[in-house]
C-alpha cells in the first residue's frame, strides 16, 4: 500500500488557546475538501483541549509536543500519555532536536517515551537528524545510525509499524537553510534501509519518514516528489493559515 504524504505542524511555544482557536479554524475551512494528504496539528499543551473541540468530526488530526513516559506521580510540570489521550491526541513528537539540545533528553529517554506512546496508542513521531557541525565533518549518517540505535532498543517489528520518523536537519531548522531535495532523498533512503536491515523490507516500505528542516511553499512540491520523503514536520509555516495550507494544497496529489 502506497505510503499517504502527512503534513504535520509542530507550533512549538506559540499561540495562546484563544489564538490557536483562531487558527485552526481558519485552517480547517482552507482543508476541509482535502483528501488525500493527512493533516495534523501539534499546540502546545495549553491550546490541545480547544483545538481538539475545533477539528472534531473534521480532517485535522491532533498530535502534542512531548511528553513523559510515567503514567502519573510526582513529576513537577509534566504530562502523561493518558491526558494527551483525554485530550483528543492521537500522535506525540518525541525526540525533537530542541529537547535533545535545550533539555538535554538522552536516546534512552527518547525510548522509554517511545515505548510509553505504543502503548497508550499514540503514534509517535520520532525526530532525528544532525547538526552542522556534524554535517560538516561528513558524520551526518553516523548521527542518524546512533540515534536510531539507542532510539528503537528493544522496539520490535509490529511497534515500528505504528512509529512515523522525522529527519530534521538541525542545521536547517529555523536558520532559513533548507537541505536540497537531493540531500533529503539521501538523507530518507539512508533511514528506510536502516530500518530494512533492523527489521524488514515490508516495514521499511511502510515507514512514513517527514522531512523537518524548513519546509516551505516553495520547496514542498520538490521535496515530496523524492521517492523517500512522505511529507514534512512544519515548524514556522504552520504559525500561518495561509502559509500551512498552501503547502497542504500543494501535496494533494492523486
Known sequence: ?????????????????????????????EVCDIDNVDILICPPFTALSVASDVINESNISLGAQNFYFEESGAYTGEISASMLKDNGCSHVIIGHSER????????????????????????????????????????????????????????DVEAMKEIIIAYEPVWAIGTGKTATAE?????????????????????????????????????????????????????????DAESFTELVKKSNKE
Open 100 to 155: 535533545r539540545v535545550i533539555f538535554n533528553e538522552s536516546d534512552t529517554l527518547i525510548n522509554k517515551k517511545i515505548k510509553k506512546a505504543i502503548e497508550a496508542g499514540l503514534t509517535p513521531i520520532l525526530c532525528i537528524g544532525e547538526k552542522l557541525e556534524e554535517r560538516e565533518a561528513n558524520k551526518t549518517f553516523d548521527v542518524i545510525t546512533s540515534q536510531l540505535e539507542g532510539d528503537l532498543k528493544d522496539i
Open 1 to 29: 500500500m502506497a505510503r499517504r504524504i502527512l503534513i504535520a505542524g509542530n507550533w512549538k511555544m506559540n499561540k495562546t488557546a484563544t489564538e490557536a482557536a483562531i487558527l485552526v479554524n481558519e485552517i480547517k475551512r
Open 183 to 239: 540531500q533529503a532523498q539521501e538523507a530518507h533512503a539512508f533511514i528506510r534501509n536502516l530500518i530494512k536491515e533492523k527489521y524488514n523490507q515490508e516495514v521499511a516500505n511502510e515507514t512514513i519518514i517527514l522531512y523537518g528542516g524548513s519546509m516551505k511553499s516553495s520547496n514542498v512540491e520538490e521535496l515530496i516528489s523524492q521517492p523517500d520523503v512522505d511529507g514534512g514536520l512544519i515548524g514556522g509555516a504552520s504559525l
